[in-house]
């Protein structure tokens, strides 16, 4: 119960955070255009499994636009896809990963394309890992259970790394690009 009010609590928090924001319409709009295409993405992919764009369009937002804006963009492509893939408490959870993903999108060293394709490789597991600590809150498991659903949970968070790198690699010029025509903010390469 504690780990879900905490979660909660966290969502919260960066709402409130991401109204302080100072945004412009031009970013709110580019904002709102990767969220819908990370939503689409998702549901495209929904069929291969940890294989989707979602997380690289979220990891490009929390490096290259802000990181609270990443987590809010993750939050709203978990909550979202859920209303046609399957909701759940889980639901809860995801939104946490991604939230924990974006969180280092502040580090300088990341707006580097090979950087961050490192980075969203790593993603792909630690979004898998705090998924399955929802699992571990929600159903009273054992810690030798939860390290079991680890283990067993490897090969989906393989692929989700992978594609995640995949996605970076593949998207980060267009990215970059279609943010620079929104505004003068550029990344580097």
Request: charged share 0%; aromatic share 22%.
């Given at each position: 119960m504690f780990m879900i009010v905490t979660t909660i609590l966290i969502v919260c928090l960066l709402l409130i955070l991401f109204e302080k924001l100072p945004m412009t319409d031009q970013r709110l709009r580019f904002i709102a255009i990767v969220t819908a295409a990370a939503i689409v993405g998702r549901l495209l992919f929904s069929s291969l499994p940890n294989i989707q764009p979602a997380t690289a369009l979220i990891l490009l937002l929390a490096v290259f636009v802000h990181p609270i804006v990443g987590a809010i963009a993750g939050m709203l492509v978990v909550v979202l896809t859920s209303l046609f893939l399957g909701s759940g408490p889980f639901v809860l959870f995801q939104a946490l990963a991604y939230a924990t993903i974006a969180s280092l999108g502040f580090v300088p060293i990341l707006r580097y394309r090979i950087l961050l394709t490192g980075y969203a490789f790593f993603a792909g597991f630690?979004?898998?890992?705090?998924?399955?600590?929802?699992f571990l809150v929600l159903t009273d498991f054992s810690w030798q259970a939860f390290f079991t659903l680890l283990v067993t949970g490897g090969t989906f968070d393989l692929l989700h790394g992978l594609s995640n790198a995949i996605f970076i690699w593949i998207l980060f010029p267009i990215f970059l690009r279609i943010l620079h025509s929104f505004d003068e903010k550029k990344g580097t390469e």
């Open positions: 630690l979004y898998g890992w705090v998924s399955n600590l929802g």
